[in-house]
């Protein structure tokens, strides 16, 4: 390569990471002042508001993480609770920014609901709950058994496939929201309640006497749970993805809620540097400023606090880290890298 044509090629190498052009979601959530995200009405260490109206639970962090990245404050959002077969609706609409409604990514969802998925949050599958008097120990004993679901979700396919691959017959009892299908669950009005294991220790808690239910142990289908957003806003769709990164990353370099001011003034390592606004500008590929991560592990935390304060051993729910663990601890979490 000639002088002038390595020129040419420089020149194109620096447009090619120049800073991006706002996105139109961008731009109205900046107008607006706070991002709306849509979430499940009750769901237990994914989305719960408190008897003052606080959101709590980890899709309310993924929402509070994007906030802090695009409008410097965490708490700039809105909460709207939506039922299962409201959701998608409610994204292709314009009602929300964001879905994170532990939703499970599917193709069918991903290619034809007007949504796009972002990210994998949390990997779950689904399950079943019984009563302990009805002496059941096998999902294969369940033949002719009367079911609660949830209409709208991907619960209401994996059942069919699963009870139609064991030639076994059921009876499904559906109801439009959460409250509604498992107080019928918890009432007796069915002997069987399916959805996703997540769901089914949430619900549990909610019972009277917890101890009266026991989980199955077949998990029958994969359910990666995650935020997705409307189609047609590559720049939005971006920020979100990499906002959830950022948390996922934050924990695998050690950077936590506590600790990362004291990362900002003392830390060498280039991948640290970036993730607190030390390092290489990466917000402005993004459209953002250059504290944009730095914010969401300061005012939100990495993925593990977050994880462990929604889900872990001091919250009702007490479930195991599992396929949430980072890879590195033998799980399915993995940032794709921030550099
Ligand atoms: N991940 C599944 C199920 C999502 C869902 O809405 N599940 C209901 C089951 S009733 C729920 O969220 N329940 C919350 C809870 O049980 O706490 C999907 O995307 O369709």
């Known amino acids: 390569m000639n002088i002038k044509a390595l020129g040419v090629a420089a020149s194109l190498a620096v447009l090619s990471i120049s800073a991006?052009?706002?996105?139109?979601?961008?731009?109205?959530?900046?107008?607006?002042?706070h991002v709306v995200c849509g979430v499940n009405t009750a769901a237990p260490g994914f989305s719960n508001a408190d008897s003052k109206g606080e959101w709590k639970g980890l899709d309310v962090d993924i929402c509070r993480?994007?906030?802090?990245?695009?409008l410097g404050d965490s708490t700039k959002t809105k909460f709207v609770p939506l039922s299962s077969?409201?959701?998608?609706?409610?994204?292709?609409?314009?009602?929300?920014?964001?879905?994170?409604?532990?939703?499970?990514?599917?193709?069918?969802?991903?290619?034809?609901?007007?949504?796009?998925?972002?990210?994998?949050?949390?990997?779950d599958g689904q399950g079943f709950m019984v009563p302990k008097k009805l002496g059941v120990k096998s999902a294969k004993q369940l033949n002719g058994a009367t079911v609660c679901l949830q209409s709208g979700t991907s619960s209401v396919q994996t059942l069919a496939d699963y009870f139609a691959a064991n030639k076994m017959k059921y009876k499904p009892v559906m109801f439009d929201t959460t409250e509604a299908t498992q107080s019928a669950f918890l009432s007796g009005r069915c002997q069987v309640y399916t959805t996703d294991m997540s769901d089914l220790a949430g619900a549990r808690t909610r019972a009277r006497n917890p101890g009266d239910f026991v989980i199955l142990p077949e998990t029958i289908s994969k359910e990666p749970l995650g935020p997705s957003v409307r189609r047609g806003d590559d720049e939005w769709f971006q920020i979100v993805r990499w906002s959830f990164y950022t948390m996922v990353e934050a924990e695998e370099n050690g950077v936590t809620k506590a600790n990362v001011d004291q990362m900002r003034s003392t830390s060498k390592s280039p991948q640290?540097?970036?993730?607190?606004?030390?390092?290489?500008?990466?917000?402005?590929?993004?459209?953002?400023?250059k504290d944009w991560s730095y914010r969401i592990i300061k005012q939100v935390g990495n993925y593990g606090e977050s994880w462990t304060a929604n889900f872990g051993p001091d919250t009702p729910l007490n479930l195991p880290r599992g396929l949430n663990n980072l890879w590195t601890n033998g799980g399915l979490m993995y940032a794709m890298p921030i550099r």
Request: cysteine-free.
């Open 272 to 289: 640290v540097m970036r993730l607190v606004g030390t390092g290489d500008d990466t917000g402005k590929l993004l459209g953002l400023d």
């Open 85 to 123: 077969p409201q959701r998608f609706t409610a994204l292709q609409s314009g009602e929300v920014d964001l879905l994170v409604r532990n939703t499970t990514w599917t193709l069918t969802r991903d290619a034809s609901m007007g949504a796009v998925f972002a990210a994998v949050s949390y990997y």
């Open 20 to 33: 991006v052009q706002a996105g139109p979601v961008l731009d109205a959530v900046k107008a607006r002042g």
């Open 65 to 70: 993480a994007v906030a802090a990245a695009v």
